[in-house]
């Protein structure tokens, strides 16, 4: 790809771009002046679509005019409300929809979804997991090791790159599930880390992990809307993901489910189970005795959570529309991009010196077909001596990054709603700090 250090190269960039008009999908967050921020925490809490507020109402209406009746006669029946959802999911994720379900919330559905998942024995009773998790993880993983009377520090087994590296090989990690082979119960990983922004290979773990007798499952709230996903494909046994981030789909928004489809029929798979997990066609019987829904549904506990999916119906919607193939594209262009710019500027000027820690793309012709990309969206940065100070110079210049301890700024430029342009000016503005 040929680039230009320019404001009119990025112009054109954006001028060019097939998603241009997208952006008018979203409200835009303002600074007090007035000005459009520019929005790079969409990896932390994606922008609400305009049509959000309009579908909340609608079921505000219904409730309003029909009650409970609005059950069944609603615009859009509460009854099945979750059933709006599941089509564009299932396409979002590479999954059929019988394998995918919303409901609840993250870290709730990381926990049923270990209660079937995780069922350790005497002699095959650990969880790998990336070392320096998103705390719920460890907490919940934690947790869960201690309901089955294990000591963490016996059950949990973290891995971290290698001495000098930020990010973790995938070979390293194949090789330690091997290592741990017949005491593996579980390998827990994020689908994209959180810190460093690296997607990790969930076809080659999921493999490994299956080679050693083991289930693998995956966290995938910075992944989901982020990267290419085939999960079926990739033979997953299961996923989550929240759908605020890269989702848009609004704060404490609902989650999503990925069960594949070989669990389906299984009625022997423990699970907490609530009524909206039972056959709908004698739901309503009041019977005793649970009978599991088929697929991911059966692992629905309560009733919709309507509201909140609204948004995230309309928000689907917006990826449809776009489609994750273009939007990848884009994601590319930006990636490669953004390393033009910075190697200009860290070649152009010595007072501060900006590192990626994210791994980074081969060529910037991105990656072959069937490759394995090794980021999305998110660029961590680090910079010596004042990373916090330039983090609160952006934030006052109308730059809205993530700061995360001990010493990274997150930028995440998301095809959907971010330009080109933002991204010259986010470069532009490290000169002038
Ligand atoms: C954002 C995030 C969470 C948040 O969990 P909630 O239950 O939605 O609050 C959990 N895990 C990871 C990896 C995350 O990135």
């Not at 959000?52 to 029909?66: F, G, S, T, V």
């Not at 379900?101 to 209660?115: A, E, F, P, Q, R």
């Amino acid at each position: 790809m040929h680039f230009e250090n320019t404001l009119t190269f990025a112009q054109a960039l954006d001028a060019q771009d097939p998603l241009k008009n997208f952006r008018k999908l979203f409200h835009i967050p303002k600074t007090k002046t007035g000005k459009e921020v520019i929005y790079f925490t969409g990896n932390s809490l994606g922008l609400q679509p305009i049509t959000a507020k309009e579908a909340i109402l609608q079921e505000l209406e219904d409730w309003a005019n029909l009650g409970g009746e609005a059950h069944f006669e609603g615009k859009n029946p509460w009854f099945s409300y979750h059933k709006l959802l599941t089509e564009p999911t299932a396409k979002l994720v590479g999954a059929k929809p019988i394998e995918v379900v919303v409901m609840n919330t993250l870290t709730v559905n990381l926990h049923l979804l270990m209660v079937s998942f995780y069922r350790p024995t005497p002699k095959r009773f650990k969880i790998l997991m990336e070392g320096g998790a998103f705390p719920s993880d460890q907490y919940a993983v934690e947790s869960q090791v201690k309901m089955h009377q294990l000591l963490p520090e016996d059950a949990i087994v973290e891995i971290f790159p290698r001495e000098g590296e930020t990010y973790l090989r995938t070979d390293d990690i194949t090789k330690k599930i091997n290592e741990i082979g017949g005491e593996l119960a579980l390998v827990l990983f994020g689908g994209v880390n959180y810190y460093t922004g690296q997607a990790f290979d969930m076809q080659a773990i999921t493999k490994a992990a299956h080679e050693v007798g083991a289930v693998a499952g995956f966290d995938l709230a910075h992944a989901a809307g982020n990267i290419p996903l085939k999960l079926h494909e990739w033979n997953v046994d299961f996923a989550t993901w929240c759908t605020y981030k890269y989702l848009n789909s609004g704060a404490g928004g609902t989650s999503g489910v990925f069960i594949h489809e070989r669990y389906a029929y299984n009625s022997e798979i423990p699970r907490l189970a609530g009524w909206w997990g039972h056959d709908e066609k004698e739901r309503f019987l009041m019977k005793k005795g649970f009978k599991h829904i088929i697929g991911a549904e059966g692992w629905q506990i309560s009733n919709a959570q309507v509201l909140p999916m609204a948004v995230h119906k309309e928000a689907l919607k917006i990826f449809e529309d776009a489609g994750m193939d273009r939007l990848w594209d884009k994601h590319l262009k930006m990636n490669a991009y953004f390393y033009f710019l910075i190697d200009h500027f860290n070649q152009s000027q010595a007072k501060i010196k900006v590192e990626v820690i994210t791994p980074k793309y081969e060529n910037q012709n991105g990656v072959p077909p069937n490759g394995v990309p090794p980021c999305g969206c998110q660029i961590s940065l680090v910079v010596q001596n004042g990373g916090k100070n330039l983090y609160n110079f952006l934030m006052e210049s109308g730059v809205s990054t993530g700061w995360r301890e001990p010493e990274v700024i997150r930028i995440a430029p998301v095809p959907l709603y971010n330009t080109f342009e933002e991204i010259y000016q986010f470069v532009e503005l490290l000169k002038a700090f």
